[in-house]
């Protein structure tokens, strides 16, 4: 049973990049699912998550109008798009099992004994 993020790399400032964050051992159906990032001497920061119940999303605000969630449970895989990468987006993401609530104080958190991905480097820079 594990989560597995994938698709970090280099990128130029104004690039593009797709992070896939795969499910095996069980059904991603029933589960929201958040993206989280950490850059080296900064806290972790929840950048973006999507509900199992209706899909709803969230993107904090340092991704607005930038960074996209979506699900597909038929490849049992959650994606992060990301355009217009900055180079204050480089850090370490992580997809983990999440409590996904757009309209809290907190709107990501981890799932106590969840699931989580083992991290993907994501790097913007000329």
């Known amino acids: 049973v594990q989560l597995q993020a994938s698709g970090g790399g280099l990128v130029q400032p104004g690039g593009s990049l ?41 993107t904090a605000e340092s991704g607005l109008g930038r960074f996209t969630v979506s699900r597909d449970n038929a490849k049992n895989t959650v994606y992060l798009q990301m355009n217009s990468l900055k180079p204050e987006d480089t850090a370490v993401y992580y997809c983990a099992t999440v409590r996904c609530w757009p309209l809290d104080r907190d709107p990501v958190v981890p799932s106590r004994d969840g699931y989580w991905g083992q991290g993907t480097q994501v790097t913007v820079s000329s």
């Open 18 to 58: 797709r992070l896939s964050c795969a499910a095996s051992g069980f059904t991603l159906d029933y589960y929201s699912i958040g993206w989280f990032r950490q850059a080296p001497g900064k806290e972790r920061e929840g950048v973006s998550c999507i509900s199992s119940s209706d899909g709803t999303t969230y």
